[in-house]
């Protein structure tokens, strides 16, 4: 039986790559195919003054006709490629998020006990983020980004990590792996977007300065100054997670080895990611490491998340030693 | 606002001119350092060089958590060790450089937190300020203009007062703070998010709480480890500690009394997953404490699931075989009995003996490998290849002259210092090796006597049932960690108040009615954020719309 789902596990991994692929196609035709349709930004009108007049029995509160509307940044109209892609970013994702459930189940677990199970999830993780986070704000266009991203985290999680389902040792039998690592994933997946935002940011700087005008698709992005608004949102928000982490990884390591903090490598890669992201939200109020600077600590700590994930587990030496391989 | 004064909401400092800049006495240059310390940037600095000084704690191993792992780099890097050492970094969370980081973030944090938890204090008990003269300049500002002659729903008609009041009430029903101004013209002025300042400083107050905590925790706990053999006791005196690793401020009063008997030990070994047989899936230990009123209380220990007794917890972090072992004189007289923890050396369970007999005419000492199932390799060699004891097997070199133990100083109990004496049995003599299975005896050259591997099976087993021949043994990890809870409490202060800090908004929103040469009224709303505050132009956009459904008015656009 476990054999038999494993299977169907990989067959939906496989899949989801291969949709995936597609969908990065889609999205990277999408960036080009702006490059058309730069649009100028609609100059900021000085003051609004509307008028309450009444109106059959109500008084009716009306806008002046000769004032400016309101700013609303300006919006391009998705093109038929971000539309195809956003689709086939959401079968991926349903057949990556089946894929990786099926693995949970046979192995009557939750799917994030070795390396191979982790890169599932993170990445199942990371895009489940993405697509949920076009609700509160339209980030399509870090779609390439992210499909890209998942599809590198899936390839080298099934070609490098694959392991088969095994049994759980005693050290992992708690149900802190199922809190800890699951918003440990989480925040990665937010530092993930924010990383992305902060490059487009950084790309925007330049932009803005006349040094980037080949990369025209550029044009329809948000400024740099937004992009480095949601960014810090974005960040925000995986620093709770990234907090919650630590204190939650504290306390398995309470139970499991006796002691809530013993510096060893995992926790000492993960209290360095919290202090940079920490640094990061403290740059942002300081006068002179808004802008620029604080996007490169916003990179660097997403490095250091990809880095605790794949050099710290695979080849420092630690208590941590779940990879599996 | 009393932050640093480079925080990004601080007003710009003004120019100054070098060449006129007074000469700064002791005083001066004492209040210039304090000022740097305490401001943003250099917190910020200081946070980042905490990251950037963890980094090498990952890279070389660290006495504190691998003290094998730094003796190895030792003998693998004899030039390189030293020089390194010299430089703290097998030590480097307790190291002069990585403490200095961290003690000046610390000081920075009080520095900084102290002015600002004052004037916060302040600032929670006084009213909203002043409206400013001219709210058409602020970020977020919307107005409109009320006709003359308008009446509200029971046909009075709007006065400055009834409108403000209107807004009074729609702001103080948002939990605003309130206040009128009456000034040229009639304003409300509100403010709200007093919290966000609230959870900041409750973050960062918490912070230093963890700090204390542990270092207090430090220095009046213990940690220690123990080795039980199934059938045996621990009894918490510092004497029966195989390790013991006391804070600066900790004395043996601290110890209370109870002992601990360990029942039974059980491992169960996957069978099943033909990718996993072997694989350990659980560990557990039965065992009885007795308090100070000798009561027996029976315990089940498991990993990660910690024991909490007299004020301890105690902790199953390991485990192997303890083959027990039985020497005679060449006279027949037992020189030697006992259970010999071995240490494990790979999955299956191979395992190192070391067996050291003082008492014997001339002393005897043995390294000896045990296999719980052990096979024989391709190429002769024994290896064990499965963790349950399937074929227990017990391979000895023996030495015999000075163990070196008479001189009083401690020996570890788990190495065997062979330099003073004489190998009896091993490859380089013609007795290469004395291999035992439970229940064997073997004869020890040179006259020394015998060797017995014991059968510890109960009565009742078969006789080829050796699932039970070899007693096993536990390694607890036993700690004292009075602050634990302390710093529970200050991590759950830290995760309340960056919750509350990042995601309230801190603002101050005002109305202002102004009347026109025509009679008719002019309403002004405008919003100023302090702080990181996205919604900001919603919140005064959503503040008119509320305001003219009080009033009686419906807002279309
Ligand atoms: C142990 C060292 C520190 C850590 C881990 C730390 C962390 C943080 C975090 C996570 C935040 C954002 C959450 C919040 O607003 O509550 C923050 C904000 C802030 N921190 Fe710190 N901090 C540290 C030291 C300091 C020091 C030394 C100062 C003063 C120089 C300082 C001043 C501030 C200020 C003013 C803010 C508000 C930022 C804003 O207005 O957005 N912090 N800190």
């Not at chain 1, 999205?27 to 007049?53: E, I, M, Y």
């Not at chain 1, 590198?152 to 800890?180: C, E």
């Not at chain 2, 909203?128 to 107005?143: D, G, I, K, Q």
Request: contains cysteine; charged residues 15%.
């Amino acid at each position: 039986m476990t054999a038999i789902l494993e299977s169907y596990s990989q067959l939906a991994i496989y899949s989801a790559m291969a949709v995936y692929t597609l969908a990065f196609i889609a999205f990277t035709l999408d960036l080009a195919k702006r490059t058309s349709a730069v649009q100028v930004v609609a100059a900021v009108p000085a003051v609004r003054v509307g008028v309450l007049t009444r109106a059959g029995g109500t008084a009716t509160l009306e806008r002046e006709p000769e004032v400016a509307a309101p700013v609303v940044p300006p919006t391009p109209r998705s093109s038929p490629f971000e539309r195809v892609a956003f689709s086939l970013t959401v079968v991926a994702w349903l057949l990556h998020v089946a894929g990786t459930v099926l693995r949970g189940v046979a192995a009557h677990r939750v799917p994030w006990a070795n390396m191979f199970e982790f890169s599932l999830t993170a990445s199942a993780i990371i895009v489940t983020v993405f697509i949920f986070v076009q609700l509160w704000q339209n980030l399509r266009f870090l779609g390439a980004y992210i499909t890209g991203f998942a599809l590198i985290v899936l390839g080298v999680g099934t070609v490098n990590f694959y392991v088969p389902v095994v049994p759980l040792p005693p050290a992992l039998q708690s149900y802190w792996l199922v809190i800890h690592v699951f918003v440990a994933t989480l925040g990665t997946a937010f530092f993930a977007i924010a990383g992305g935002l902060s490059i487009a940011q950084l790309m925007q700087v330049r932009r803005e300065a006349g040094k980037f005008a080949a990369v025209k698709f550029m044009a329809t992005l948000p400024t740099a100054e937004r992009l480095e608004n949601l960014a810090y949102r974005v960040v925000l928000v995986g620093f709770v997670f990234w907090t919650f982490t630590l204190i939650a990884g504290s306390i398995w390591a309470e139970h499991a080895w006796g002691r809530y903090w013993g510096w060893d490598t995992k926790e000492v890669w993960t209290f360095i990611i919290w202090t940079i992201f920490a640094g990061y939200i403290h740059a942002r109020a300081t006068r002179g490491w808004r802008g620029t600077r604080s996007a490169w600590l916003s990179l660097i700590g997403f490095g250091a998340v990809m880095f605790n994930f794949t050099i710290v587990n695979l080849f420092f030496k630690g208590l941590h030693s779940y990879s599996g391989l | 606002m009393s932050r640093p004064s480079d925080h990004f909401d601080s007003p710009a400092p003004a120019p100054r001119s070098e060449i006129n800049q007074p000469k700064l006495g002791i005083v001066g240059y004492l209040r210039f350092f304090w000022r740097q310390l305490t401001s943003m940037r250099v917190a910020l600095l200081l946070l980042l060089l905490l990251a950037i000084a963890a980094v090498p704690g990952s890279l070389f191993p660290q006495r504190a958590a691998d003290p094998n792992g730094v003796v190895q780099y030792f003998s693998a890097n004899p030039t390189s060790a030293p020089i390194l050492d010299k430089f703290q970094l097998f030590d480097v969370y307790t190291s002069i450089w990585f403490s200095a980081i961290y003690l000046l973030l610390f000081i920075s944090l009080i520095g900084c937190v102290v002015p600002r938890a004052t004037h916060h204090y302040k600032a929670l008990r006084s009213r909203p300020p002043r409206t400013p003269v001219h709210l058409e300049r602020l970020a977020s500002f919307a107005a409109y203009d009320l006709p003359a002659g308008e009446t509200d729903a029971a046909g009075n008609p709007f006065t400055p007062a009834s409108v403000v009041e209107a807004a009074r009430a729609v702001l103080r029903k948002s939990r605003y703070r309130v206040q009128l101004f009456d000034g040229r013209e009639l304003s409300v002025s509100a403010e709200r998010g007093y919290a966000r300042e609230t959870g900041n400083l409750v973050f960062h107050i918490a912070m230093i709480g963890i700090l204390i905590a542990v270092g207090v925790g430090g220095s009046i706990g213990y940690t220690g480890q123990k080795v039980v053999v199934v059938g045996q006791a621990f009894v918490n005196v510092r004497s029966a500690f195989d390790s013991f690793n006391p804070g600066r401020l900790f004395t043996d009063d601290f110890l209370q009394p109870y002992r601990l008997v360990l029942n039974s030990f059980s491992a169960t070994y996957e069978e099943k997953n033909l990718n996993a047989i072997g694989e350990a899936t659980d560990y557990t230990a039965d065992m009885t404490s007795y308090g100070p009123d000798g009561k027996g209380v029976k315990q089940v220990l498991k990993v990660n699931y910690p024991l909490e007794i007299g004020g301890n917890q105690i902790y199953l972090l390991g485990n192997g075989y303890a083959p027990k072992v039985t020497v005679k004189d060449s006279a027949g007289k037992v020189v030697f009995t006992d259970s010999v923890p071995c240490l494990p050396q790979d999955a299956n369970l191979t395992s190192v003996c070391i067996i050291k007999v003082p008492d014997a005419v001339k002393q005897l000492g043995m390294v000896g490998f045990f296999y719980p199932t052990a096979s024989n390799l391709s190429t002769g060699a024994l290896a064990s290849v499965h963790p349950a004891l399937g074929n227990p097997t017990l391979t000895l070199r023996v030495y015999q002259g000075d163990l070196g133990i008479n001189k009083g100083v401690p020996k570890s109990v788990y190495a065997l210092n062979t330099d003073g004496m004489k190998e009896i049995v091993g490859p380089d003599v013609s007795t290469h090796s004395i291999d035992l299975t439970p229940g064997k005896t073997a004869t020890l050259p040179g006259g020394n006597g015998t060797i017995t591997f014991d059968n510890v099976s109960p009565p009742s087993t078969k006789a080829n049932d050796l699932t039970k021949s070899v007693p096993r043994y536990v390694s607890l990890d036993i700690h004292s960690d009075p602050t634990q809870g302390w710093v529970l409490f200050f991590a759950i202060c830290v995760v309340a108040g960056l919750l509350t800090s990042l995601f309230i908004p801190r603002r101050r929103v005002w109305v202002k009615v102004i009347e026109r040469a025509d009679g008719g009224l002019r309403l002004e709303y405008a919003g100023l954020a302090r702080g990181e505050d996205p919604g900001l132009e919603a919140a005064v956009a959503d503040l008119a719309r509320r305001h003219s459904r009080q009033l009686g008015l419906k807002l279309s656009s």
